[in-house]
């Protein structure tokens, strides 16, 4: 058999894996991945065979795993170039620096058709599921995540508790907005007001930072000391 010959079923049976994921992912965006079955995914794949995602996956749960680790590889290699050149720069100088190389990607990645509904399909997986995805991002897939959450720690001059605290409502808040944002491309009927603005990811941005370095308001400090040991 020739290597030509042999290629092709590769080739299609690739193809169909790439339809399978595909269909899934906008499944899972619109409906969360608990509220889609594998008929549903499989007839909007096109597939004829039902067996068809568990012939290429084994099951749903490694059908996810493998969705998320795709995107997440993308977004990791991106931050990491992004940190390099920083780094090559001189390091941080901005607080906004370093939310750029947390946000563009997953920007860059919602104007990317191929990925359409892989940022609804992580938010909603980290909010129904959070155990699931750690496990499959692996502490491999995140790392230019983790290295922008260090830094960030290192830069705000707040106490840790309220650090801690703003950082896990930052990766909310912009689960949130571009979520929100993608929604609306996928829907879109025109220019968006909202989304469209020329100063829109850099507003974004304003949003996010004053989320982190906002100064903390007397109530919070108060309430704060009280609670310490």
């Not at 996928?186 to 850099?202: C, H, N, P, V």
Request: hydrophobic letters at 45%.
């Amino acid at each position: 058999m020739s290597t030509k010959m042999r290629a092709a079923p590769r080739a299609a049976s690739e193809e169909t894996r790439n339809q399978i994921k595909a269909a899934a992912q906008l499944l899972f965006a619109r409906h969360g991945a608990e509220g889609v079955t594998v008929q549903q995914i499989v007839a909007a794949a096109g597939q004829r065979n039902n067996a068809a995602l568990h012939y290429h996956f084994g099951s749903k749960e490694e059908l996810i795993r493998q969705m998320v680790v795709d995107g997440a590889a993308v977004l990791d290699e991106r931050r990491q170039g992004m940190l390099r050149e920083m780094e090559a720069r001189g390091g941080a100088a901005t607080i906004r620096e370093v939310l750029l190389i947390l946000v563009m990607p997953v920007i860059e990645l919602g104007d990317d058709d191929r990925w359409r509904g892989y940022i609804r399909f992580i938010s909603n997986l980290q909010a129904s599921d959070p155990k699931t995805l750690r496990e499959a991002l692996n502490n491999r897939w995140n790392a230019g995540y983790v290295a922008c959450f260090t830094q960030l720690k290192r830069m705000l001059p707040l106490p840790a508790a309220l650090v801690d605290q703003r950082l896990s409502l930052l990766s909310i808040y912009s689960n949130a907005i571009l979520s929100a944002r993608e929604a609306a491309q996928e829907a879109r009927r025109g220019k968006s007001r909202l989304w469209d603005q020329r100063f829109t990811i850099e507003n974004i941005l304003d949003t996010l930072e004053a989320t982190i370095s906002c100064p903390p308001s007397a109530q919070t400090l108060v309430i704060l000391a009280s609670d310490a040991p």
